[in-house]
C-alpha cells in the first residue's frame, strides 16, 4: 500500500492551495483519513481528519480556512487550503486506516509528504 501526496508548493499570503493524497495497493477498506503537519522546529500537529463517513474535524487554527474532504472511489483525500498564512509553512503529510485485501489486518500509512511555503 503506497500514499502519494501531491500539491505542496510556494504560495504567496492569502493564496490558496489544494493538497490531494492517493491510496494504492490491495486495499479492501480505507476508514479514518487525515492531514498532518511539520514546521522546522517544531512537532508534527494533526490539522484535518475525516472519517469513513465523511464527518470531519479541523483544528481551530485552519477553521474556516482548510477544508478536508474525500472521495472514497478514488480512495483519495484532499485538504483546500484559503486564506494561507506564512504561520501554514510546513511539510504536509496526508495518513490514513487501511485495510489490507490480503490478510484483512488494519495499519496506519503515511504519505511521503508535500512542502507548502506560504511566504512573499
Known amino acids: 500500500v503506497q500514499l502519494q501526496a501531491s500539491g505542496g508548493g510556494l504560495v504567496q499570503p492569502g493564496g490558496s492551495l489544494r493538497l490531494s493524497c492517493a491510496a494504492s495497493?490491495?486495499?479492501?477498506?480505507?476508514?479514518?483519513m487525515g492531514w498532518y503537519r511539520q514546521a522546522p522546529g517544531k512537532q508534527r500537529e494533526l490539522v484535518a481528519s475525516?472519517?469513513?463517513?465523511?464527518?470531519?474535524s479541523h483544528v481551530d487554527s485552519v477553521k474556516g480556512r482548510f477544508t478536508i474532504s474525500r472521495d472514497n472511489a478514488k480512495n483519495t483525500v484532499y485538504l483546500q487550503m484559503n486564506s494561507l498564512k506564512p504561520e501554514d509553512t510546513a511539510v504536509y503529510y496526508c495518513?490514513?486506516?487501511?485495510?489490507?485485501?490480503?490478510?484483512?489486518?488494519?495499519?496506519?500509512?503515511w504519505g511521503q509528504g508535500t512542502l507548502v511555503t506560504v511566504s512573499s
Open positions: 495518513n490514513a486506516e487501511i485495510q489490507l485485501m490480503r490478510t484483512w489486518s488494519i495499519s496506519n500509512y
Open positions: 495497493g490491495s486495499i479492501l477498506a480505507i476508514y479514518g
Open positions: 475525516i472519517s469513513s463517513g465523511s464527518l470531519t
